[in-house]
């Protein structure tokens, strides 16, 4: 401590809750036995003075002097007087701060040894601020507490005390400052110690008056009984929260939703509702089931991003650099992403069409839209829709029914806490409808930038922005995608990928990523390009390479098992080894096909695969009469079968046909896979070539396929998919393919 004075041994006595101060006058009520003999003692002495301590824990009965603070008041004994219950009432005047230096505790009474400290000095600007920044407190303080605050009390303090440090003292016994608090100022070891934290104390109790005096004109302003309730439980809360009373499990549970609820930065119109919804939860019982939907509501508004956006500002060279790292080819693709960025880099503000990605299994298109949310920096979010026919699943269930939940577009929002993620719709052409609604209806609704600034989720039931949300769509196949809805997304389409494509990328993407995941490197286990070449081409058969993944995925666990039973020897797969790791090839080139005989040809078809060859057999029935078609057929494929056979009939003379084949033979048409449904506008020239060969006697060439719907005048109309169809062929070693003059745009 500070500079002293070394005095007597005097009596001492502990006490609880109380902080006895220099110069102010205190009643202490004593009932321990050895402090009332200290009492006594202490007024036995000539000056009448003994010490006084604060307990630190006071529900010590008898504490020792560890259990006491460090630092007291030696006090003048004014006045005792016995009470009827054996105790009795001193009233003290404080003399001087002192530190205990030791404590006899075998007498009779507690004797301290002590050294007085000097009494704290600061002549400095900042003291003289800070004592005038603590009258200006008090004196607001005074007219706050006008119907608690002892009148004149201010004046009189001023009037009777010159000493700031004096003043502080005074006004610490007037207000109620915690124990610990007000130690700290007896402590202080200077005026401006002392000044900082009476200062802080008066800030504190000035904020909280303040608040209750806001909150009090408030409720004055506004007659409604439900205002005022409100206003009057807020009030209760602060002076609660002030004095330190714990609140009750619910109402805590209350106080912490409503801060969250604050925090939400909630739009004016959703604050007025949140606002009702609060009132009505709080005079709900907490027990009930009403009280839990509530809460769940509430809760739900407190947790979803209604202004918090992520940063939008990307690099557009990065975004490019993103897309080839992540992505093989697909140049076309990459392109227009790269332009759709770019338009949305310059204006934000700006609704373009949304990006429907369109291919076969496998093809990447979910990895796309993983992609641009990695090149934009934003979250990322897949939603399937495949097989969807709820309405409620898009635009939620009202509150109204039992297990009702907010749709998957809010909670997707919710689940990544921002407005602005890149959402990802996959499978829209796998929609469903049914009685309980149309979802694509909802997802009209969802995609249109006109409507979805202000979209309602019948669980929420308030307005919600999507227009920030980024989305994207994928889809196998346009075909069931309603033309509304199809009509709200820019189609980029992912037709497959060529042999050397899908080399590179098992040996860039899905190599490494198999080997990463079983935590061994390209130098344990190394696969040559032969033996890539042999597993795409005799173990799959996909526009994609999702199972050209999975067969080098069988690859890596095969040869990885030396290493987990401790073989550090590296492995090398050669095209040799492929069969004897995955087995008997499973897919094979059409080696019976090589020679065709007259009425078969090759024609193309497009799957949700990507593509596929066919062969079309025909064959005559002598004795028969009409047309026969077997092989699972289409009505459209009927159709295109009876144009061929009819615009052949009708060209016998051009084309040197015996008009008695016709008339003496029925024509028997077979499309082999009979088990497969086949249908489409496409195979019209396949079927005539077919029937003319077979009528002709002479084959047609087996390096060749072919496309294209055939009219009765002879026109040859294009026909879609001919990318798909183009790499089916090639799949299968076919060179040379017959294209309508038509499609000659889409090489």
Not at 9 to 19: C, F, G, K, S, W
Not at 694 to 718: F, N
Request: aromatic share 4%; with cysteine.
């Amino acid at each position: 401590m500070t500079d002293a004075t070394n005095n007597d041994v005097l009596p001492l006595i502990p006490v609880r809750e109380t902080v006895v101060l220099p110069n102010v006058d205190y009643p202490v009520v004593v009932g321990r036995a050895r402090s009332i003999a200290a009492a006594e003692a202490a007024l036995q002495r000539e000056d009448k003075s003994l010490i006084i301590v604060t307990q630190r824990d006071s529900s010590i009965e008898d504490p020792e002097q560890e259990e006491l603070y460090g630092v007291g008041c030696r006090t003048l004994i004014r006045r005792m007087e016995r009470l009827s219950n054996a105790g009795v009432r001193l009233t003290l005047h404080g003399i001087e701060r002192v530190e205990i230096e030791a404590l006899d505790t075998t007498q009779l009474y507690r004797q301290a040894r002590y050294t007085v400290l000097a009494q704290p000095d600061d002549e400095s600007d900042e003291a003289e601020a800070l004592h005038r920044a603590v009258l200006e407190q008090a004196e607001e303080l005074e007219t706050l507490m006008a119907n608690n605050w002892p009148k004149g009390l201010l004046s009189q303090i001023l009037q009777n005390f010159d000493d700031p440090l004096d003043q502080i003292y005074t006004l610490c016994s007037v207000l109620q400052i915690d124990i610990v608090q007000q130690q700290g100022i007896l402590e202080a070891n200077s005026r401006l110690d002392a000044l900082r934290r009476i200062h802080a104390h008066l800030s504190h109790e000035l904020s909280v008056l303040r608040l209750q005096k806001d909150i009090a004109r408030q409720a004055a302003e506004n007659i409604s009984q439900e205002q005022r309730q409100y206003m009057l439980r807020r009030q209760m809360q602060e002076i609660k929260k002030e004095l330190g009373e714990d609140q009750s499990p619910a109402q805590a549970d209350l106080e912490t939703l409503r801060e969250r609820l604050d925090a939400a930065d909630l739009p004016e119109e959703t604050a007025k509702a949140t606002e009702r919804e609060f009132q009505r939860l709080s005079q709900l019982p907490a027990e009930s089931q009403e009280y839990q939907l509530a809460r769940g509501y509430l809760e739900l508004l407190s947790e979803l991003p209604w202004q918090k956006t992520a940063a939008t500002d990307f690099d557009l060279v990065r975004a490019r650099q993103i897309l080839d790292e992540d992505h093989y080819d697909l140049e076309e693709i990459k392109d227009r992403i790269i332009e759709h960025l770019a338009v949305f880099k310059l204006n934000p503000d700006t609704r373009g069409a949304i990006l429907c990605f369109q291919g076969g299994p496998g093809v990447g298109k979910t990895s796309i839209g993983a992609s641009i949310a990695r090149a934009l920096g934003r979250e990322f979010e897949r939603i399937s829709l495949g097989g969807l026919h709820d309405e409620a699943e898009l635009r939620g269930h009202r509150r109204t029914y039992i297990g009702a939940m907010p749709g998957r577009i809010i909670q997707a929002l919710r689940n990544k806490g921002v407005n602005n993620p890149v959402l990802l719709l996959d499978e829209v052409d796998k929609l469903g409808r049914d009685y309980r609604g149309d979802p694509s209806a909802a997802l009209m609704e969802i995609l249109d930038p006109a409507q979805n600034r202000n979209f309602r989720d019948n669980y929420l039931d308030l307005p919600f922005d999507l227009s920030n949300v980024f989305f994207l769509a994928t889809a196998n196949s346009l075909e069931t995608i309603p033309r509304p809805l199809l009509d709200r997304m820019e189609v980029l389409r992912l037709s497959g990928y060529t042999e050397e494509e899908k080399l590179q990328i098992a040996k860039r993407y899905l190599l490494p990523r198999q080997l990463r995941d079983v935590k061994l490197t390209a130098a344990q286990i190394g696969v040559d390009d032969e033996a890539l070449r042999q597993v795409i081409q005799r173990y799959t058969r996909e526009a994609g390479v999702r199972e050209l993944e999975r067969q080098i995925a069988r690859l890596v666990r095969k040869t990885a098992l030396p290493f987990a039973a401790g073989d550090d020897t590296p492995v090398h797969i050669g095209a040799d080894r492929v069969t004897e790791l995955l087995g008997p090839e499973r897919f094979f080139p059409e080696e019976l096909r090589r020679d065709l005989t007259p009425g078969v040809s090759t024609g193309l078809a497009w799957t949700e695969a990507g593509g596929d060859i066919l062969f079309i057999e025909s064959v005559l029935i002598p004795g028969g009469s009409g047309l026969t078609l077997t092989g699972q057929l289409g009505e459209v494929m009927k159709e295109s079968a009876q144009a061929a056979r009819s615009y052949l009939w009708s060209q016998c003379e051009a084309l040197n046909i015996p008009v008695e084949k016709f008339k003496e033979a029925g024509v028997h048409v077979h499309i082999p896979a009979g088990a497969i449904p086949k249908d489409g506008p496409s195979a019209g020239v396949t079927i005539a070539s077919s029937m003319l060969s077979l009528l002709c006697g002479k084959p047609v060439r087996s390096d060749t396929a072919m496309t294209g719907e055939i009219t009765l005048a002879g026109l040859v109309l294009p026909v879609g998919g001919i990318k798909e169809k183009v790499l089916a062929a090639h799949r299968a070693g076919i060179r040379r393919i017959l294209l309508p003059s038509q499609n000659m745009r889409d090489l």
